[in-house]
């Protein structure tokens, strides 16, 4: 097979980070899906259950992740490694700390590339279960470094069920493909709307295709995320709807994504581990 990947993973040594269990990148090939809600609810969710939860937004020209988790400050460093800012239980870097205003950055892919690197190997994440990493949006610098350079455990791909978003994430799955991550599933975000006055059921952007896609490509779906009002009120005041209002029906849908994509992972780790015994 011909690969539009300038390099293929394969074969190029990746090294572990140390004390960082399960790396998991969350992308989909087009933007404003809602990569960065999924993975700052996703984080919260996980740090609730008692796991220790990094998240490292990769999205270096449009770092949404500080507002979402509501976490301000600059990072120190302590003996050369960069210390994470932490909110809600999760250990937090982001380009979003380092720019002071909101002058747009214009980096090339080298300096991405090193961004990227620092990211994963500078900062001190300490004992982590899971490091999400949330990606900007597409197939390109940032993904590729990430991929080729960091050991990822897989990759969760968001896409909404209109067949334009779906497009993109299939270009996604297939990427992480090229590249030989893992997927671990594809979520179904604005999967539907229930209006909170009249309990109509609405699917604005269609649905079932993030299900319908999973089925095509032999992935696992995740699981479906309602359009909310309140996942977007969580994102703005950076409370995430997983500790806003635990009990609605979304920040229930995120929780069973959660536990989704521990399973996943426990069960992948497992087959690693008997496959290493057996070798
Ligand atoms: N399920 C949802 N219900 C309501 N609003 C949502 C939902 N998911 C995401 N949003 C809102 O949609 C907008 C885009 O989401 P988000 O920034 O997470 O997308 P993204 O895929 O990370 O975008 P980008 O490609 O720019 O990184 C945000 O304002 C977010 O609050
Ligand atoms: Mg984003």
């Not at 933007?31 to 609730?48: D, P």
């Not at 002058?103 to 080298?110: A, F, Q, V």
Request: charged share 15%; aromatic share 4%; hydrophobic share 40%.
């Amino acid at each position: 097979m011909t690969s539009k990947v300038p390099q293929s993973s394969a074969g190029l040594q990746k090294q572990a980070v140390s004390g960082v269990k399960n790396i998991i990148a969350v992308g989909s090939g087009k933007g404003g899906v809602g990569k960065s809600t999924v993975t700052v609810n996703l984080a919260v969710a996980l740090a609730k259950t008692g796991a220790n939860v990094g998240l490292m937004d990769a999205d270096v020209y449009g770092p949404n992740v500080p507002m979402m988790l509501g976490v301000t400050g600059r990072p120190q460093a302590v003996n050369n490694r960069i210390q994470p800012l932490s909110n809600h239980g999760v250990h937090v870097m982001s380009m979003g700390f380092l720019t002071t205003d909101d002058t747009p950055l214009i980096w090339r892919g080298p300096m991405l590339h090193s961004v990227i690197t620092q990211f994963v190997r500078q900062v001190d994440w300490g004992d982590l279960d899971y490091l999400l990493v949330d990606l900007p949006p597409g197939t390109g610098d940032v993904q590729l470094t990430l991929t080729q350079t960091v050991p990822l455990m897989g990759a969760v791909v968001v896409s909404t069920p209109q067949d334009v978003a779906l497009q993109d994430a299939r270009k996604a799955i297939l990427m992480f493909r090229q590249v030989r991550v893992e997927i671990l599933g594809i979520v179904e975000n604005m999967s539907y709307f229930v209006c909170p006055k009249c309990n109509a059921r609405a699917e604005i952007f269609s649905h079932g295709g993030g299900e319908e896609t999973a089925r095509r490509y032999e992935v696992p779906f995740l699981g479906e995320v309602p359009l909310d009002i309140s996942v977007r009120v969580g994102g703005d005041v950076g409370k995430p709807v997983v500790l806003s209002e635990p009990d609605s029906p979304v920040a229930r849908a995120f929780g069973t994504i959660a536990g989704n994509v521990a399973r996943r992972i426990s069960t992948a780790n497992l087959t690693n581990l008997n496959t290493m015994i057996i070798q």
